[in-house]
């Protein structure tokens, strides 16, 4: 056994055996499940928080400007997409801008809309959005297990209608 999964078991008080026991892999199960039905209420109060954040000039910076811009004219889609296991962010007319996947714990940005703008305005390349763009995330969002990608708007808009 790695030292790695030793010092997590020890830290739980368990051995290999009962990690492994249904008892145990059902909790975790439990936990996973409660995390996606509190998803869209903590990004609700996130997306609150980036709107007032915006409109009372809380930035550090112009591209972080700009991002608190974009995301406070988004909402949490409510439903669950179950084919794809995740949420939806959309903006006023309920176009979808983005994607949060806890299947792959990833986060799917329109291209079109959100990500070719830092492309555009700062002249960032795709290591430099991501990059940006996760730190956001984990500022904004408190979602430290999420990777950005990007996605053409058509990629998304066909992603929900399936």
């Not at 249904?22 to 499940?33: A, I, M, V």
């Not at 974009?70 to 309920?94: I, K, P, R, T």
């Given at each position: 056994?790695?030292?790695f999964i030793s010092n997590i078991l020890k830290e739980n008080d368990e051995n290999i055996d009962d990690f492994f026991k249904?008892?145990?892999?059902?909790?975790?199960?439990?936990?996973?499940?409660k995390e996606i039905q509190e998803f869209p209420s903590k990004i609700t109060a996130s997306l609150s928080k980036i709107k007032s954040d915006y409109e009372n000039k809380k930035w550090d910076s112009k591209p972080e400007k700009l991002f608190?811009?974009?995301?406070?004219?988004?909402?949490?889609?409510?439903?669950?997409?179950?084919?794809?296991?995740?949420?939806?962010?959309?903006?006023?007319?309920?176009?979808?801008?983005?994607?949060?996947?806890?299947?792959y714990q990833e986060f799917f940005i329109s291209y079109d809309y959100i990500w070719v703008i830092f492309e555009e305005r700062f002249l960032w390349n795709y290591d430099e959005i991501q990059s940006f763009t996760k730190d956001m995330l984990n500022e904004h969002f408190k979602l430290n297990g999420f990777t950005p990608r990007t996605m053409f708007q058509k990629q998304l808009n066909g992603f929900k209608n399936e």
């Open positions: 056994m790695n030292k249904p008892k145990n892999l059902k909790s975790r199960e439990e936990r996973h499940l608190l811009e974009l995301f406070s004219q988004l909402h949490v889609d409510e439903e669950y997409d179950e084919n794809h296991e995740g949420y939806y962010l959309a903006n006023n007319e309920n176009k979808i801008r983005g994607f949060f996947s806890f299947k």
